[in-house]
């Protein structure tokens, strides 16, 4: 496969959700990626979806609740908010940013950004944080693949 595609793929794979950086970042290593350019093509990449999840996650939501055919995923969203809303509620911009920032399955730029606009947590310092987050995660699973590069082998 080209070299600039797997750049572009893993750039696109940093913004779909539940995949977002930490899945790009570990792909981009099994394709032998520069590690530079995963590191800051999947942080930029993650960081696209965030305005556009602030200013239209609350009406999505509300689609997805009138909808009976998407109840069970208004469940599963309401579910995860409720679940984090004390933490945020508490703790505002630091437990966003310990949020995005832990790379642990669903607790991701997506999933913190959605919170921070049900909470209607305020715009630049949610962006700040989601950015600040982003970044740490970055840096965690870069790190990790850098340093244990056997658990990211490419598999022939």
Not at 79 to 97: D, P, S, T
Request: glycine share 6%; net charge positive; aromatic share 14%.
């Amino acid at each position: 496969m080209n070299i600039i595609w797997e750049y572009i793929m893993m750039f696109g794979m940093s913004m779909v959700p539940i995949l977002e950086q930490r899945g790009a970042i570990i792909y981009g290593f099994t394709r032998s990626l520069n590690p530079f350019l995963i590191f800051i093509l999947t942080y930029i990449g993650s960081l696209i979806p965030v305005p556009v999840i602030f200013l239209f996650f609350t009406k999505i939501l509300e689609f997805i609740d009138k909808n009976k055919s998407l109840k069970w995923l208004s469940n599963i969203i309401n579910n995860k908010i409720n679940k984090n809303k004390e933490h945020f509620v508490k703790y505002k911009e630091i437990g966003l940013i310990t949020f995005i920032g832990v790379p642990l399955p669903m607790t991701g730029v997506y999933t913190g950004t959605a919170i921070a606009t049900v909470l209607k947590l305020n715009f630049k310092k949610s962006m700040f944080c989601a950015a600040i987050g982003a970044l740490i995660s970055s840096c965690i699973v870069t790190l990790g693949c850098v340093f244990v590069p056997a658990l990211f082998m490419r598999i022939s």
